[in-house]
């Protein structure tokens, strides 16, 4: 499995809603930081809790937009919706 198909796997992973089963393709040094309100999500679980007690109005759609795969780097940018709410991820 190379970098993409590991983080193709995720995002399938995400679609699924089940935010603890996707902690199978974070690292054991998982951070996740939030810019806008400055929060710093660090581990497995947290990001498991965290997204599992969002508050949404239905589950979670992911819509891959792009996808650069160069030598071990990928970058993805992503659609996400709860049907009501409309974001943008562009994790790397």
């Known amino acids: 499995m190379n970098e993409k198909d590991v983080v193709l796997a995720f995002w399938q992973a995400m679609e ?4 603890y089963a996707v902690g199978e ?7 996740l930081y939030w810019p806008q309100s400055g929060e ?3 581990g497995r679980e947290s990001f498991g809790a965290l ?3 969002y508050p949404a109005e239905g589950l979670w759609r992911f819509t891959i937009n792009s996808l650069v795969h ?3 780097q990928v970058v993805t940018d992503v659609s996400v919706t ?4 409309q974001d943008r991820v562009i994790p790397k």
């Open 16 to 19: 699924s809603n089940d935010f």
């Open 25 to 31: 393709w974070l690292s054991d040094d998982f951070e």
């Open 40 to 42: 710093l999500i660090q």
């Open 51 to 53: 997204n599992s007690a």
């Open 70 to 72: 160069e030598r071990e």
């Open 82 to 85: 709860d049907g009501t709410r």
